[in-house]
């Protein structure tokens, strides 16, 4: 015989943004049906009973409530159903706990046994090794908060990423303040939580857990029959072909925000952990959407549309690989596109005389062996920047997220960029301006060694003023390195070079520094960066001008 599967508690309404099942699937019991969403958490519904799907009653972007139609199953052995519809609604007890636990706010349905509110301490969950910073806290102390309702967004070198509620509760105290390094494990708030029904032990909380740490995909079954979704349903903007099949893993927020731009989920890849779909990702694509469809009007009227590259099939030139890009090179690629988009580059060129420098720099040969350290030429940029850093604060600043201020550093960290075999990374060291060319030689070693053995922590990545990108050991004269924001400026060197220099009298053999100084035009201007330059130059031909 058939029956009709209702909609069970969910804590009120939620929109249907997955199909899971088709007419003519045979489901198992607890195989989610469909996906519902609700402003706060998206849920899967799963099959009370076991049988054969004889009807959809819902489709994509209905607004389903407690009690509607769902699905008509044809039940196996149907004799057997009617004899246990007195038992029925006891039987779906199970699914409505679980159910109640995924919902958005808690069901106002009589439990079994209710347990007193207490008051519990939140710590930051797994965000892997290292470190990430506070960057946004998106609830205050007072606030009613809902199971996966983002409570703060982390930011390390690598992603940014929104940490949701485990559970729903009242907001007791804050233990975090924007701008602070935090780890997995540290104490992140105490909340008040509302007693909830006792757990069935045949529906386990890590299942529940699970699927909202998933948010629209059950790990329990291996195979799911493929139906269409909210996202693909909509309009998608590229015109690529959908990968529907692909497993998403979005947040709430960030899947109500794709529906709004008519974004096909399964068309990004995350930036986030696991692969996670963070909301800059969304955004990030229909930036890269809307560049395309302004495409020919941009080209037309000199404005500012990218140009999509077009599609070139190399196999009909010859035999062509296909390589997969490292994660490191991924995001770094991501890094610097998204610098030079947002960032208005200028590249200031000047020359500085080393000469003295150089042989300072072999006379203390011995005496570096002595400390254990090799002297190069970066413990003076380090230093001799550091001095500038000080002497001009213009350059240690960052754009305020307003466009409209601009926040200074009284502290001087400046990175190096290392180059990996996966990719380049950049170390920073702290403090530049109290160390010594020694220390900052072993430092520089130190990391440099961790950064090509993949030791180099978050820590040791993340809160650099400025940043120095040396291709001196390679060669070539100037290049244009990319600012790496939010920092404002970059320094690039290249090989010295014997050059001939006039003296006033004659020409003397000077070996010259070629320097390459990249700005952000919005919070320096070219007399700055060129002062910026003359004055680095005095410092780098005369490095006892630092002591003064």
């Known amino acids: 015989m058939s029956e009709v ?3 069970p508690d969910v804590g009120g309404e939620g929109e249907v943004i997955e199909i899971l099942v088709a007419v003519g699937d045979r489901v198992e019991v ?8 609700s402003d706060k958490a998206s849920m899967e519904l799963p099959s009370p009973r076991a049988g054969v799907v004889k009807a959809i009653k819902v489709k994509i972007g209905d607004t389903l409530k407690e009690g509607d139609d769902l699905v008509e199953l044809e039940i196996e052995g149907g004799e057997q159903a009617a004899d246990e519809q007195p038992a029925e609604q006891a039987k779906a007890e199970e699914p409505k706990q679980q159910e ?18 207490s008051v519990q301490s939140f710590n930051i969950p797994d965000i892997g090794d290292g470190t990430a910073r506070v960057i946004e806290l998106l609830v205050n102390v007072g606030d009613k908060v809902e199971a996966e309702q983002s409570l703060l967004t982390l930011e390390s070198d690598k992603a940014s990423m929104e940490i949701p509620a485990p559970a729903a509760g009242v907001i007791e105290a804050i233990e975090v303040k924007l701008e602070q390094e935090v780890s997995t494990g540290d104490l992140m708030l105490r909340m008040r939580v509302e007693g ?4 069935d032990e045949s529906a386990p909380a890590a299942i529940v857990e699970e699927a909202q740490d998933e948010v629209a995909v059950t790990p329990a079954k291996e195979e799911r029959p493929s139906a269409p979704t909210a996202e693909q349903s909509a309009p998608t903007p590229v015109g690529a072909p959908s990968r529907g099949g692909k497993k998403v893993h979005a947040g709430p927020a960030v899947r109500k925000l794709a529906r709004e731009f008519g974004v096909d989920l399964s068309e990004i890849t995350g930036s986030g952990p696991r692969n996670r779909i963070l909301k800059d990702d969304v955004q990030a694509h229909v930036k890269a959407v809307m560049q395309q469809r302004k495409d020919g009007s941009a080209a037309a009227t000199g404005g500012a549309g990218i140009p999509q590259v077009p599609e070139v099939d190399f196999s009909r030139f010859g035999e062509v690989e296909l390589t997969d890009m490292t994660r490191l090179q991924q995001i770094g690629a991501a890094n610097l596109h998204r610098s030079w988009l947002n960032v208005p580059h200028v590249t200031q060129f000047d020359l500085a005389d080393i000469s003295e420098l150089e042989a300072f720099r072999k006379a203390q040969k011995a005496v570096a062996e002595k400390a254990g350290v090799k002297l190069t030429v970066l413990p003076f940029l380090l230093k001799a920047c550091a001095h500038l850093l000080r002497e001009q604060p213009n350059f240690n600043v960052s754009l305020a997220p307003n466009g409209k201020q601009l926040i200074q550093k009284n ?16 170390a920073v060291i702290r403090d530049v301006d109290k160390k010594s060319l020694l220390e900052l030689a072993a430092e520089a070693a130190e990391l440099a060694d961790k950064a090509r053995n993949k030791k180099l922590s978050a820590n040791e990545m993340q809160g650099a003023c400025f940043t120095i990108s040396s291709l001196g050991h390679i060669g070539g004269t100037y290049f244009t390195p990319i600012v790496n924001t939010p920092e404002v400026a970059i320094l690039g060197v290249s090989r010295a070079t014997m050059q001939p220099v006039w003296d006033g009298n004659a020409f003397q053999p000077r070996l010259m520094l070629p320097l390459s100084l990249s700005y952000d035009h919005r919070a320096i201007n070219g007399a700055a960066a060129a002062q910026f330059t003359k004055r680095l130059g005095e410092l780098l031909t005369d490095i006892r001008s630092m002591l003064l």
């Open 30 to 37: 607890e195989q989610s049906l469909v996906t519902l969403e």
């Open 411 to 426: 502290y001087v960290h400046i990175g190096f960029a290392v180059d990996t075999p996966d990719g380049l990374l950049v």
């Open 196 to 199: 909830e029904a006792e757990e």
């Open 5 to 7: 599967i209702k909609v």
């Open 100 to 117: 109640q636990q995924a919902a958005p706010a808690p069901a106002e349905k009589p439990a079994a046994k209710k347990a007193e509110s």
